[in-house]
């Protein structure tokens, strides 16, 4: 086989240099084929890189089940809210929790939403129930039991989603939450939430809520606060495809 040395090819007119006929293979021997842009044969972006391996523009049918939406990271914040984003381009949403340590001792983390007709993260009836599992340091604990305190039974407040937490440099908790359908207008909202806790007293505390959104009008607010004080912490919202 010969070879051809080039620097560069060009077109002769316009913008495209057209490899092989139509029907024809055409064999790249070499270790790297760069580009920024890939496209189908219909001139479709499959994907697009920016030069130093991040990706842009990628074609659905590349992406995994979890789409990330948006992330908020709190500094002494009382709360995160996401007003954007919930909408009905998914039918599951998941927000996970990372890092995150309350200004004040032993506090609680929930979450409370809004229905589109509804601005104040009060207003939405809620029942659930909960349930937690922790074990202490000095090995003296190990309990399994239902949380009556962070159930709810048509209760408008925030969803309690951890154990007494605690504030100490290296005391955070960790964990997900996952709203169904959001967008409905048929159906309440169920939710499922699970979070890991470095509790006040020296534990590892799991607790486990479920319930749900007593609205059938399309939610599009959440907001997520301890019972009390500030807190730093990263929360990201992803959408499951």
């Not at 790297?32 to 496209?39: F, G, M, S, W």
Request: proline letters at 1%.
């Amino acid at each position: 086989m010969s070879n051809l040395e080039a620097k560069k090819i060009a077109p002769a007119t316009g913008t495209t240099v057209t490899l092989g006929a139509a029907g024809d293979t055409v064999d790249v021997s070499a270790t790297a084929l760069k580009t920024n842009t890939i496209k189908d044969a219909g001139g479709n972006t499959l994907f697009t890189s920016d030069g130093s391996g991040t990706l842009s523009s990628v074609n659905s049918a590349f992406k995994g089940g979890l789409i990330f939406i948006s992330s908020q990271t709190a500094s002494g914040s009382a709360s995160i809210e996401f007003t954007t984003g919930l909408t009905s381009a998914y039918n599951e949403y998941v927000f996970f929790f990372t890092n995150i340590n309350p200004a004040t001792d032993e506090g609680y983390f929930g979450f409370q939403c809004n229905a589109t007709d509804t601005a104040d993260f009060n207003d939405i009836a809620i029942t659930s129930s909960a349930f937690r599992a922790y074990h202490n340091e000095a090995d003296t604990q190990a309990v399994l039991t239902y949380n009556a305190d962070a159930d709810q039974a048509q209760g408008t407040a925030f969803q309690r989603l951890s154990d007494a937490t605690g504030n100490g440099a290296d005391e955070h908790l960790a964990g997900e939450l996952h709203i169904f359908n959001p967008s409905s207008t048929t159906y309440v909202k169920h939710f499922i939430g699970l979070t890991q806790t470095y509790q006040s007293g020296d534990m590892a505390s799991q607790q486990y809520c479920a319930g749900y959104l007593n609205d059938t009008t399309a939610v599009d607010d959440i907001q997520f606060k301890f019972a009390s004080g500030n807190f730093d912490g990263t929360i990201k919202m992803w959408g499951v495809k």
